[in-house]
């Protein structure tokens, strides 16, 4: 995955998020071994605790629910409280340095193509001194 968001609801097979640049992957861990079989070479692991990230989640979910009928999603949806709890965030290194760098140049007035150009030369920099 180079870009955009995942929602996985069932078990993964091993080696996930191997070569993962960009976007973001939030996996359903009920049992809590994800981490055994994510490759963590490229990308860091998290709980999902922001309010407005677990709300776009749980539309994600309702909608997947909705357009299939999908009676394990809305068993996930009815237990949200602890589905919840048991999500995981896959996020590439290389992706947050670019969404932070992207926010700091927003941060400063610089929109659309400008701010995404500025960014990305931020973070080459950044690499480069690293």
């Not at 079989?37 to 629910?65: F, K, P």
Request: glycine share 10%; net charge negative.
């Amino acid at each position: 995955m180079t870009g955009g968001k995942v929602v996985v609801l069932g078990k993964t097979g091993r080696n996930f998020a191997a070569g993962m640049s960009g976007g973001v992957a939030y996996v359903w861990d009920t049992v809590g071994d994800f981490g055994l079989r994510c490759n963590q070479e490229m990308v860091a692991l998290s709980g999902v605790s922001d309010a407005a990230e677990l709300e776009e989640l749980y539309a994600l979910i309702q909608h997947h629910a909705v357009e299939t009928g999908s009676q394990h999603a809305w068993r996930m949806l009815s237990e949200w409280e602890v589905t919840s709890r048991q999500l995981v965030k896959v996020l590439p290194y290389d992706y947050q340095r670019m969404l932070e760098a992207i926010a700091a140049v927003e941060a400063q007035g610089l929109v659309g193509d400008e701010a995404l150009l500025a960014a990305f030369e931020s973070s080459l920099t950044a690499k480069v001194k690293a």
